[in-house]
């Protein structure tokens, strides 16, 4: 069965760092890209960045670039989103999903990842 | 404020159809590039319900149906059921963002 499992809930404290992954199963992982998407509590999806695991191609949104780092290891069919240093407003649900090409749709989405930041 | 325009919410009684707007630009919609829907049951990963402007993935309900024209997009619902109830999303791409996908702001169904 194809899917993506990501990595459990965090809950960190302002400054930390932390890195969520994303696991592909069941498909040749570095033949697709995957995307990170945050939904914030009660908000819509906004689009993070893209990562395309065959030759680490990284395409970052505008809102986010600066802010994440996205990356994967394709011997072990994962990819990451990571930050140096957590803010509250980071607080959000974040997904993985499966892309053929940055045009094409994500059909098919991790579980997420729960982030909560609190002092 | 997202790149693609969706109403906040519509709703419906059961059996009726009702659709859902998706507005972009000259640089997303309509320049081309497809248009693909997603289905978001509470406390759930959203789920890609059409792709390439009106294609149903396997075991989406043909209830559900997309078009395109111009600078818009529309999601369809026939025979509207309770289990509906969910937030729906659209998505493109936009090139002038850099490679960017873009998702509208999300329309929440309710089903009367």
């Known amino acids: 069965e194809v899917q993506l499992v990501q990595s459990g809930a965090e809950v960190k404290k302002p400054g930390e760092s932390l890195k969520i992954s994303c696991k592909g199963f069941?498909?040749?992982?570095?033949?697709?890209?995957i995307g990170w998407v945050r939904q914030m509590p009660g908000k819509g999806l906004e689009w993070m960045g893209i990562i395309y695991p065959g030759d680490s191609d990284t395409r970052y949104s505008p809102s986010f670039q600066g802010q994440v780092t996205i990356s994967a290891d394709k011997s072990i069919s994962t990819a990451y989103l990571q930050w140096s240093s957590l803010k509250a407003s980071d607080t959000a649900m974040y997904y993985c999903?499966?892309?053929?090409?940055?045009?094409?749709?994500?059909?098919?989405w991790g579980q997420g990842t729960m982030v909560t930041v609190s002092s | 404020q997202s790149v693609l325009t969706q109403p906040p919410s519509v709703s419906g009684a059961p059996g009726q159809r009702v659709t859902i707007s998706c507005t972009g630009s000259s640089s997303n919609i309509g320049a081309g590039y497809d248009v693909h829907w997603y289905q978001q049951l509470p406390g759930t990963a959203p789920k890609l319900l059409i792709y390439g402007n009106n294609n149903r993935p396997s075991g989406v309900p043909d209830r559900f149906s997309g078009s395109k024209s111009g600078t818009s997009a529309s999601l369809a619902i026939t025979g509207l059921q309770a289990e509906d109830e969910a937030d729906y999303y659209c998505?493109?791409?936009?090139?002038?963002?850099?490679?960017?996908?873009?998702f509208g702001g999300g329309t929440k169904l309710t089903v009367l």
């Open positions: 999903a499966r892309q053929a090409t940055p045009g094409h749709a994500f059909d098919i």
């Open positions: 069941g498909y040749r992982f570095t033949s697709f890209w």
């Open positions: 998505q493109s791409y936009d090139s002038s963002l850099s490679g960017s996908v873009v």
